[in-house]
């Protein structure tokens, strides 16, 4: 059974740091990536790392958040610094078997898989 599992959401302040994690399991992936979806608004893509260590970012939180992988790349990790309270979503790890690039990895309705969410809330 193919499975996605979020954790290390929480509230804090602004300014603050965390790190979440996705730990996948049932078979891997080459293209792993995290999206964050607000109440009312369309599912945001947040960023994306493949296989080959290649990244892309969101302009919005270019320089504030680090996608990694570790070595046997079941688990996908975000380190998200500088939060502010336009960060306050809900944060979804997808995944995708191919090797999905700029463009196609930042559109949501291209992954089957994705975990229940974690919640991220920043207060000011």
Known sequence: QVQLVESGGGLVQAGDSLRLSCTASGRTFVTMGWFRQAPGKERE???TRRSGGTTSYAD??????????????????????????????????????????????????RYDWWGQGTQVTVSS
């Open 45 to 47: 893509f947040v960023g």
């Open 60 to 109: 919005s939180v270019k320089g504030r958040f680090t996608i990694s992988r570790d070595t046997a790349e079941k688990t996908l990790f975000l380190q998200m610094n500088s939060l502010n309270p336009e960060d306050t979503a809900v944060y979804y790890c997808a995944a995708d078997p191919r090797a999905l690039w700029d463009g196609a990895d930042r559109d949501y309705r």
